[in-house]
């Protein structure tokens, strides 16, 4: 008997010889407990059943951290606000947005003790465990993870580099079972803003400039997490950030007060629609609007109230429930209500535009727009109050609590939600699942320039040359050449750099957003041109955004782009043992003054620009080479 079995017995009872979880431990088989119910059946019986605690509860999805060895933490944590217990039996919370994770088998233990917990309360309603992105090489609490124990892929928007669908599928499809080894039944993810403004932090996250292609990825990325329909062996999806979050004015992030105003002076509103559209269709799980607020917008003739969307009810109510028919979950972004505060730092309440309403007058306007769920919060006392002051019907929080528990039921939670520890173990980042990965990220490295007009082709290389590294780790280099300390002593350079940004640490999150210039300090252009007339130069840019590469292009021997790659796939990229096959998801601009003059919710609007989108030159294979269509073919 595995521990998953073991772990589902506690309060299993009999009723006309059939076993169900009696989670309200009253010994009766009620419809919300009957497996053949079907989730419609189930959830509107227990809606019925509820109190208004309970149906508070449901409505918010905060922070959780981990305790030391898969245990639970029972105090506050870096930034959850309070302790487990306090927020699942005191507050009846059930959702929550999990962080740091230690090993797959304590994040199952973990997870099996947050079940068991949650089994105390008077109608035993499981906890849906929910993550940011978790797979890739970003570290920011706001927005991704990187992925420690599981296995390790490009950004999404390396994904998309890559333009495979099936391969966009594959990954969802692994991390799934990633996901549900270790509990996770909720991902905070796709993100299918389009990346129309250069300048903007969170590209790498998004499937890239094309409302097409970005259209067609999601309802792959859809098919891998949540299947055809969800049941006990899906990730339920969240979506985001309707109606798009790319085209924010300078380019600064909705997190921030500078950031807070989202502009489309192209027109082009629709065609940021498009993904979501798509995914709608494709019975997304959830929908998260983003922080920003509209600015100059008009719908169906009407001008758009400029307040955040997630208190826009023109946004929510007449244009994502009634004008697109959709029907699931409707999940705030974090902190809309109060103020988050993080050890001596501050983010303010994203409350863009109603920054003079009182917290309780937010979270109102916030209900009225059509939000199900408040993100990043756990004042349940707040709405119960506006409940009991008459302010807010119960009825309304039915209707929010019917979706949000239809989705459990879909899950299968109420039945089983218990993992395996040693399934666990043995899935999560196991060896194939890393080698997946990996080509992967070779396989989306992008290059934009082979040669100069003095120096032929260098890529792809060959033999076993002596090399000079900047920016990478010399024992990568095993197995491809010799590190050298003196670049006179080297045949080739390789130097890996960062996309440029403006750093900023005044509130918290900031330091973590890369925002501003996309231009590389001349200093550093100076001594990379001088460094390319002793060496020649093969410059990878990792381009969470898009850079300024004029100044590069006109020295290095080889440049490429990555979006998110480790150095030995980048080295076998370079080498050709597996062939690099990525198109840039974003065009790369000439220069600033064209990025400043350029419309942000128009792609590809700089002029003259230095890379457009699609560009990515291919190369050679040698003997040995794993192209995309191969790797597919090992794993079909």
Request: glycine fraction near 10%; aromatic fraction near 8%.
């Amino acid at each position: 008997m595995t521990q998953a079995q073991n772990h589902a017995r506690p309060g299993t009872s009999v009723a006309d010889g059939k076993a169900f979880r009696d989670l309200n431990g009253n010994g009766i088989m009620d419809p919300f407990e009957n497996p053949d119910l079907s989730p419609h059946e189930r959830a509107a019986d227990l809606v019925g059943r509820l109190s208004l605690e309970e149906k508070a509860g449901l409505m918010f999805h905060t922070v959780i951290e981990t305790g030391p060895d898969g245990t639970l933490l029972e105090t506050p944590g870096n930034i959850s606000k309070s302790p487990t217990s306090t927020v699942i039996l005191a507050k009846f919370m059930n959702h929550f947005n999990v962080h740091a994770l230690g090993t797959a088998r304590e994040a199952a233990r973990w997870s099996n003790a947050l079940q068991e917990l949650a089994a105390q309360t008077p109608h035993g309603i499981p906890v849906t465990i929910s993550t940011d992105p978790r797979h890739a090489f970003i570290e920011n609490s706001g927005v991704s993870f990187t992925a420690a124990h599981f296995s390790q892929w490009p950004e999404p928007i390396g994904l998309a580099a890559v333009g495979s669908g099936d391969l966009v599928r594959r990954f969802a499809e692994i991390a799934r079972k990633e996901y549900t080894a270790v509990g996770i039944r909720a991902a905070l993810h796709p993100t299918v803003d389009l990346a129309t403004e250069p300048r903007w932090c969170r590209q790498a996250g998004t499937f890239g400039q094309d409302s097409e292609a970005s259209a067609a990825y999601v309802v792959e990325y859809l098919q891998g997490f949540q299947g055809a329909e969800l049941g006990p062996d899906s990730v339920a999806c969240t979506t985001k950030h309707f109606p798009g979050g790319g085209p924010q004015a300078d380019g600064e992030d909705a997190h921030f007060p500078y950031g807070r105003e989202q502009v489309y002076p192209g027109g082009r509103f629709d065609e940021h629609l498009a993904p979501f559209r798509a995914a709608i269709a494709e019975k997304t799980s959830a929908i998260m609007p983003y922080y920003g607020m509209p600015v100059g917008v008009e719908l169906d003739g009407e001008p758009v109230e400029e307040v955040g969307f997630g208190y826009n009810r023109q946004i929510i109510t007449n244009l994502l429930r009634d004008k697109l028919n959709y029907d699931g979950v409707v999940l705030s972004d974090w902190e809309l209500v109060n103020d988050n505060i993080v050890g001596d730092q501050v983010l303010p309440a994203r409350a863009w535009g109603v920054e003079e309403l009182t917290a309780p007058e937010r979270m109102l306007k916030i209900l009225n727009a059509g939000v199900d769920q408040f993100g990043g919060e756990e004042c349940t006392e707040l709405l119960i109050g506006l409940v009991r002051d008459g302010l807010v019907s119960e009825s309304r929080l039915d209707e929010s609590a019917r979706r949000l528990l239809l989705v459990k039921f879909q899950l299968g939670l109420f039945d089983n939600p218990f993992v395996d520890e040693d399934a666990a173990a043995s899935v999560v980042g196991n060896a194939e699942f890393r080698r997946e990965g990996h080509r992967a990220q070779s396989q989306s490295v992008t290059v934009l320039t082979n040669g100069t007009s003095d120096v032929g082709p260098v890529l792809p290389l060959s033999g076993s040359p002596a090399v000079y590294l900047e920016g990478m780790d010399p024992l990568s280099l095993h197995g491809f050449g010799t590190a050298v300390q003196d670049p006179a002593d080297a045949d080739v350079a390789f130097i890996r750099l960062h996309s440029p940004w403006d750093h900023r640490d005044d509130l918290f999150l900031e330091q973590h957003f890369h925002a501003g210039s996309l231009d590389f300090p001349p200093g550093l252009v100076a001594r990379l041109r001088a460094l390319a007339a002793k060496v020649p130069l093969v410059i990878d840019v990792r381009l969470d955004r898009p850079a300024i590469l004029t100044p590069l292009a006109g020295f290095a021997a080889a440049l490429v782009g990555t979006f998110g790659v480790s150095d030995t796939a980048l080295l076998d990229a370079l080498f050709g043992r597996v062939s690099p096959e990525g198109r840039l998801p974003f065009e790369i601009p000439r220069s600033m003054d064209a990025v400043r003059a350029s419309r942000p919710d128009v792609p590809g609007d700089t002029a003259d620009p230095l890379f457009p989108y699609g560009h990515g030159l291919r190369l050679p294979e040698p003997a040995g080479a794993t192209s995309l269509s191969d790797t597919l073919g090992q794993t079909s």
